[in-house]
């Protein structure tokens, strides 16, 4: 499989403890994005990579989440001391960027998902 | 700012019936509209695109889109409703780096 490919597919923890989620992208994309889907909504955005650098972070994304993604290839979203309000589905997706054409263009290809529970 | 609309929270098609997931749009510039579909646990599949050109664009899975700009509108359509189509459907605009995505419409097909 080829696709994006995000692990673990279920995470459950107290609250107060860090977690840390891992991204693989699809393999020639050099843009990652994070996005956070609750119950009964649409996916928010909450961060995006060109290669390495981090260009974009979402209001939503607090001084508790940070996300890094070192050598331009597989990205890490950490959340530190979770709150029961952080449980929702953390979803990767990523894109190539386009030749001659704008950002906006381009299709993002999305993981499985993270789906995070804490209790 | 961008945003999308999906105006109906629930659609319900009989099996074998055309079917229509309703989206609006709100955007500056020029429009580029997508839709993805996200079954039961699952991440988002990518099902279609409208960048430029042909109002009426086909994806996947036997879908297309009807881009309608005086009516500011994206709607999904397919011929034929499969139960298989029984999904949670997104319209979506690009907003700089990220997607904007609408609330989703659930479809049910019903056999």
């Known amino acids: 499989d080829t696709g994006v490919s995000q692990d673990p597919r279920h995470k459950i923890t107290k609250r107060g403890q860090n977690v840390t989620f891992r991204c693989d992208p699809i393999s020639e994309h050099n843009r990652l994005y994070w996005y956070r889907q609750t119950l009964g909504q649409g996916p928010e955005f909450l961060t995006y990579?060109?290669?390495?650098?981090?260009?974009?972070k979402s209001r939503l994304l607090s001084d508790r989440f940070s996300a890094e993604r070192p050598k331009g290839s597989f990205s890490t979203l950490e959340i530190q001391r979770t709150e029961q309000g952080d449980s929702a589905m953390y979803l990767c997706a990523s894109s190539l960027k386009a030749v001659g054409g704008g950002q906006q263009q381009e299709t993002q290809y999305f993981g499985p998902g993270t789906r995070l529970l804490v209790l | 700012a961008q945003s999308v609309a999906q105006p109906e929270d629930q659609v319900n098609v009989a099996e074998g019936n055309p079917l229509t997931v309703k989206c609006t749009y709100s955007v500056s510039g020029n429009p580029y509209l997508f839709w993805y579909v996200q079954y039961p646990n699952r991440g988002l599949q990518f099902l279609l695109k409208?960048?430029?050109?042909?109002?009426l664009v086909k994806g996947s899975y036997g879908f297309e889109a009807e881009f309608n700009k005086s009516q500011t509108s994206f709607h999904l359509k397919k011929p034929s409703a499969l139960v298989s189509d029984s999904a949670l459907y997104f319209c979506?605009?690009?907003?700089?780096?990220?997607?904007?995505f609408g609330k989703g419409t659930r479809l049910h097909i019903l056999p």
């Open positions: 979506a605009s690009p907003g700089g780096g990220k997607i904007i």
């Open positions: 990579f060109q290669n390495e650098a981090q260009l974009e």
């Open positions: 409208y960048i430029t050109g042909d109002n």
